[in-house]
Every structure is written in C-alpha cells, then in structure tokens.
C-alpha cells in the first residue's frame, strides 16, 4: 500500500506543469535597527523556470509608519531593469503609492510612500503583502528594506 501511495504521489509530481511548481523565494528578517526602528527586509530570487516571484505576505503585523523602501539588485543575476514591486496593506492598497515601479536593475534606490500628490509616512496596521512583476531573469536577486517606525 505504501508503494502504491508513493507511485501515485511521483506520479502526480511529475505530471504537474513545472511552472504550477515553479516558485522562486522569498525570506524575510524583521530586527530594531534603533530605539522605535525596525527593518523588515524581503530576501527575493526569482524561479529559475518561469522567472517570477512569489506574493509573499510579511511575516509579522507592521503596526507601524513606512517611511522609506530601499531596494537593491543582488547577485550575479539581477532583475529585468524596470522591474516593479508594490507592498499592499490589508485592504489591497499599494502603502508605497506606485513608487516602487520601475526599479533598476544595477543600482540600490529609495522611496518613501506617497499619498495622493503627498510624501511622507505611511500607516499600516496589519500584514504587508509583497509582490513583483515586470522580470525576465532567471534566478534574479533583489532585497527589498522596509523601514518601520514604531
């Protein structure tokens, strides 16, 4: 019985489509950086198949002011220049207001959340949901910092 169970279970593995498994990953580290400052950071790789990454949620409620995103291309294998991230709040609301569009594929940048026409911190009472589009590289690494003030 546990042969056939194992039969059955490689065989379904093996015919899934490889990007239904495709993944790519995301680790996350969440440390007081200085009294009532926290750092967030996303650890991202993209699938070696399909190129993408996961929509990862944060490992912990922010409950907290965003006030600056520093992202940074890491690695022999960058993202697609001009690739994009947005950081959601519960409701679906990207807490960065589009200022994370159009990264470079070479250079560290930073951001602070925009509001409307207004910069400035943004409040998040809640989970963050990363996500990133617009990337052609294979196993491209980028880190995205989230600063928190608490």
């Given at each position: 019985?546990?042969?056939?169970?194992?039969?059955?279970?490689?065989?379904?593995?093996?015919?899934?489509?490889?990007?239904v498994?495709?993944?790519?990953?995301?680790?996350?580290?969440?440390?007081?950086?200085?009294?009532?400052?926290?750092?967030?950071?996303?650890?991202?790789?993209?699938?070696?198949?399909?190129?993408?990454?996961?929509?990862?949620?944060?490992?912990?409620?922010?409950?907290?002011?965003?006030?600056?995103?520093?992202t940074?291309?890491?690695?022999?294998?960058?993202?697609?220049?001009?690739?994009?991230?947005?950081?959601?709040?519960?409701?679906?609301?990207?807490?960065?207001?589009?200022?994370?569009?159009?990264?470079?594929?070479?250079?560290?940048?930073q951001?602070?959340?925009?509001?409307?026409?207004?910069?400035?911190?943004?409040?998040?009472?809640?989970?963050?949901?990363?996500?990133?589009?617009?990337?052609?590289?294979?196993?491209?690494?980028?880190?995205?910092?989230?600063?928190?003030?608490?």
């Amino acid at each position: 019985m546990k042969r056939l169970i194992l039969v059955i279970v490689a065989l379904a593995f093996l015919l899934i489509p490889s990007g239904v498994r495709a993944a790519g990953t995301v680790t996350q580290t969440f440390e007081t950086i200085a009294s009532g400052v926290h750092l967030l950071t996303f650890t991202c790789t993209a699938d070696a198949s399909d190129k993408s990454y996961p929509d990862t949620d944060s490992i912990q409620a922010i409950d907290g002011y965003v006030f600056m995103v520093v992202t940074d291309p890491d690695g022999t294998a960058t993202p697609t220049d001009q690739y994009d991230i947005t950081l959601k709040d519960d409701n679906g609301v990207d807490v960065m207001g589009g200022e994370l569009a159009n990264r470079s594929d070479t250079a560290s940048e930073q951001a602070v959340p925009k509001i409307d026409a207004v910069y400035g911190t943004r409040w998040v009472d809640g989970i963050l949901s990363l996500a990133i589009s617009n990337n052609s590289v294979a196993s491209a690494v980028t880190v995205v910092k989230v600063f928190i003030y608490r």
